[in-house]
């Protein structure tokens, strides 16, 4: 007998050494793993903010929600962070998820329909891949950030187009072309779809992002933004325009059919916002820390970017393996990224840089990283 099917592709992640367990975050390591960028899941200010919030609630249902928004779950803060939130990202409008995975689900599997064409970049995140597969729409993957190949899929597409992006690419950190790539949809009159999940925060005046930074805000039909990484809490917000907003309350599954958020998410997004704007120098704390890790590692191994993700390319998922546990061994939290979630050659250490990483740190960290021995 073969074997049920999850025998069967357990028995195959164990054999290539792709099998994973879950482990514990340990406090003791030095953390360049994590996507705190700025360390606010660990500030005592947020949470005091927070819980003032939360104890100035005095009616409505505080622990949860105890229902979708279109039957008990509304209230009126969540509506009001919504609104904060639509300024703040200078959008005319938005949503409030539990996550960015559940609202890039909700965006895409709603907005294409049949007959439509989805055009996405191949390093798309799952959740967007996910929630395309979830529409009714043709789909097509384009090489990672190649316009040039992106435009050969634009001339053939048929119905509405939707072109699926993320600002910056959670694997090798690198950034989207965005202005080239608005310029060229919009002779297609292509709807665009961007995922800031690693940039909210870290991009643009205050946080906000890619989009912000490059005044595309109004070529833009959705933006995703994710709050459980750099803002350090929960939730996501959909940034987009009043009628898409109505859309999604009404055609979105993802939206219609789960319980709404309870009132620690949309207080835990707007006050993490305030703390940011409030504090523009850790940005250039992080920025800086950015650019003296490339600095000291000087070499073809560190993909290029100047984003806060600085993958560490170790080919194989055994080498990549061995190569997190000489540092884990040295005091360092850092992940190996293996195939299949990466192509076959690409395995990778994922180091992620922080606010709060000391020079020191990373002086050890870069010696440590050009000591390893690589075979490619």
Not at 206 to 220: A, F, S, T, W, Y
Request: charged letters at 20%; one cysteine or more; aromatic letters at 8%.
């Amino acid at each position: 007998m073969a074997g049920k099917r999850w025998q069967v592709e357990l028995s195959k992640r164990k054999a290539n050494q792709s099998y994973r367990t879950l482990g514990n975050f340990n406090p003791e390591l030095i953390d360049f793993s994590s996507n705190d960028y700025l360390g606010l899941s660990k500030s005592i200010e947020l949470k005091k903010r927070i819980e003032a919030e939360v104890q100035k609630l005095r009616t409505g249902n505080v622990n949860g929600a105890i229902g979708s928004r279109l039957l008990t779950g509304n209230y009126p803060l969540l509506e009001e962070s919504e609104h904060y939130l639509a300024q703040y990202f200078n959008s005319e409008s938005g949503l409030i998820f539990q996550s960015g995975y559940m609202a890039n689900l909700a965006v895409l599997s709603a907005l294409p329909g049949r007959g439509d064409t989805v055009l996405y970049d191949e390093q798309a995140h799952a959740c967007m891949k996910d929630g395309i597969r979830l529409s009714a729409a043709t789909r097509f993957p384009f090489l990672h950030n190649d316009l040039n190949d992106l435009e050969k899929k634009l001339s053939k597409a048929k119905g509405n187009i939707f072109v699926v992006v993320e600002s910056v690419y959670s694997m090798d950190g690198d950034v989207c072309p965005l202005a080239e790539l608005v310029r060229l949809c919009a002779p297609y009159d292509a709807a665009i779809i961007v995922d800031e999940a690693h940039s909210t925060g870290l991009f643009g005046p205050g946080g906000r992002g890619l989009v912000n930074h490059l005044n595309l805000q109004d070529k833009i039909t959705a933006c995703v933004y994710t709050f459980g990484k750099a803002m350090g809490v929960h939730g996501a917000f959909v940034a987009c325009h009043e009628q898409v907003k109505n859309y999604l309350i009404n055609f979105s599954r993802p939206f219609i059919y789960t319980t709404a958020p309870d009132a620690h998410t949309p207080i835990g997004m707007t006050e993490s916002v305030k703390l940011i704007v409030e504090n523009p120098q850790w940005e250039e704390t992080l920025n800086h820390n950015i650019q003296y890790y490339r600095k000291r590692l000087n070499k073809n191994d560190a993909l290029p970017t100047y984003s806060a993700i600085q993958s560490f390319l170790t080919p194989g998922n055994a080498q990549a393996r061995q190569a997190a546990q000489t540092l884990t061994e040295a005091g360092f939290d850092i992940r190996p990224i293996l195939a299949p979630t990466v192509k076959e050659g690409t395995e990778r250490l994922r180091i992620i840089l922080h606010r709060y990483n000391t020079t020191q740190e990373i002086d050890t960290l870069t010696e440590l990283l050009l000591s390893l021995k690589i075979t490619a």
